[in-house]
């Protein structure tokens, strides 16, 4: 324990040094806790996160990937709330006092923190089996807050980017190409498209459960939908790495991991995808509707039902 | 992982149900972050505190304990700001989908929220080796927030409760009586202390690493003090559970766990330490005095020196 203790101080004062200072912070590491003045007449989104060994990732992942992917991940639930990201808290479980290790963890970390404007103000340094929990807090005007209700029947359903790249690296292992390992390990929440969204969206979610899961979330009451999953939206490298359509179709529809948003939007008019899109700074793709058939359909180019992606699928959760 | 998956919903469908409304809780559980309304012109106050199994508690714990301990030690630390505790977050990894364990767990932890006025509004679940990350928000005016800084040469040293009690159970184990492991399982942050000790105290600190390891954080430069051992308050059950007072000293001024604090003020007149007491609702013992030697020296009774308590103690931390 003295040892811990001491090289716990260490490590703590290792991610001071490499922490700048910010207006909104009061006091920052090095107290019992951290002093920030939020923005008047914004709410707070408060979110966490965390990585476990071998769930979220595994022993042979740079360490700097695991400080993105740490933070990216709690990003991206700020993102589907609509707001913007300020303030990170950090609980590191470690099972050694491995300086380099850390110093990976955080290029990736901290540098992913100043991409996106937040600012790590306190933390904890634990013993234990390797256990990254973020604490995530962000601000949003209270009018402008995106949920996972407010789903109405007729609802566009549109996501973020392309999907199932993550899926199918996990899969792929070894052999999965660098492009899909690169949305695995170091995956860019939509923070931008997240606010732009929540401007028009009846309801807003982040799919890294994957899109049906994700999609029931927001299915509340009777609601159902239809899922055109020909139109799912699949890069050039999945299309490559995974030529067959069927099984490409499991990693886009079931697959999780690859933070994009799924958005329930009213109707759109010609050309305002397009313009949304252009606002939200990555592709837009329009992949279904909400009805009222109380369950989730999938359907191929041709209209036919796909029943094994969604095997006796109903709701996961009221 | 489909297994655990819906394990996850179903867990988080337990605790939900358990959480009650609160008026500054726009969006609670169940969405992909929380969404509070702070309070206009109250600084904010976080931090986070992750229990390890096997370093901060063992196996053989009730869950309701364990649940207490993970809530207080983050109270603590909002204690030793002068805060008010508000909103709390909760990151648990679980080796397996076990209700009763989590139940349990959620009577503790809820409990001790109840009673401290936190709302739990949100959190995450991972399936891995037991570990309990809890981020805690709270509330303070900002010309209110007590920090470790600001501590002056004659300042008194002034703590809340007892000392070595905690410490003292961990040693004696099973042979601990109930009294000592009541205060090691179930300690009570020194919430209302807090925020009477920040009125008057240049410096407040939470002792949960042991009185000379945390004094060592608020005595910064030039800094240091005496330290009167026998000064140190011991309840009942430790004079009876460690007779010998050499032991006893041990655990009061290295032993952590006691989620006591510790203030620097400056000299009081007469009676207004019991006056301080009474509005902090425990009693506060002055323990020793802030000078500049740079360095602190442990004195018994007859004002000797006891090196042992501080072997070749400086500083741990700048």
Same mark, same amino acid.
């Given at each position: ?7 716990? &101080?260490?490590?703590i004062?290792?991610?001071? %040094? %490499?922490?700048?200072a910010?207006?909104?912070v ?10 920030? $003045? ?12 965390a ?6 990732? +595994? ?45 990976? &963890?955080?290029?990736? &970390?901290?540098?992913?923190?100043? =991409?996106?404007?937040?600012?790590l ?6 013993? *234990?089996? /390797?256990?990254?929990?973020?604490e995530?807090? *962000?601000?949003v005007?209270?009018? %402008? ?14 996501v +973020? ?9 996990l899969a792929?292992g070894? @052999? ?11 995956p @860019?929440a ?24 994700d ?20 890069s ?6 995974i ?7 499991? &990693? ?20 305002? /995808?397009?313009?949304l ?9 329009? $992949?279904?509707?909400v ?5 989730? %359909?999938?359907?191929?180019? =041709?209209?036919?039902e /796909? ?12």
């Amino acid at each position: 324990m003295p040892n811990w203790a001491v090289g716990e &101080f260490d490590l703590i004062e290792r991610i001071r %040094r %490499r922490v700048g200072a910010s207006d909104s912070v009061v006091l920052g590491i090095g107290d019992d806790a951290a002093v920030i $003045i939020p923005s008047p007449g914004m709410a707070l989104v408060a979110t966490t996160d965390a990585l476990v060994l071998d769930r979220h990732f +595994t022993a042979d992942w740079p360490p700097a990937d695991i400080g993105h992917l740490a933070l990216h991940a709690n990003l991206s639930d700020i993102a589907a709330m609509g707001a913007t990201p300020r303030w990170a808290l950090l609980a590191l479980t470690l099972p050694a006092d491995d300086p380099d290790w850390l110093e990976g &963890f955080l290029d990736g &970390f901290l540098g992913a923190a100043e =991409q996106t404007g937040v600012v790590l103000v306190g933390g904890n340094i634990s013993s *234990g089996p /390797l256990n990254i929990a973020v604490e995530l807090l *962000g601000e949003v005007a209270p009018d %402008r807050v995106a949920t996972r209700r407010g789903v109405k029947p007729g609802d566009q359903l549109v996501v +973020t980017g392309t999907l199932g790249d993550a899926a199918a690296a996990l899969a792929l292992g070894s @052999e999965a190409p660098e492009t899909l390992v690169e949305r695995l390990h170091r995956p @860019e929440a939509r923070m931008q498209a997240g606010r732009v969204l929540a401007e028009s969206a009846h309801a807003l979610i982040d799919i890294s459960d994957g899109l049906l899961a994700d999609l029931g979330h927001l299915l509340h009451d009777h609601l159902g939908a239809e899922v055109r999953i020909d139109e799912l939206p699949a890069s050039a490298a999945l299309q490559t790495a995974i030529s067959d359509p069927t099984r490409r179709r499991h &990693f886009q529809a079931g697959g999780g991991n690859d933070y994009e948003l799924l958005a329930a939007l009213p109707p759109l008019p010609d050309g305002e /995808l397009e313009q949304l899109a252009r606002a939200a700074g990555v592709t837009l793709t329009v $992949i279904g509707r909400v009805d009222e058939s109380g369950q989730v %359909r999938c359907l191929d180019a =041709q209209g036919n039902e /796909l029943a094994d992606l969604a095997p006796g699928w109903d709701h996961f959760s009221p």
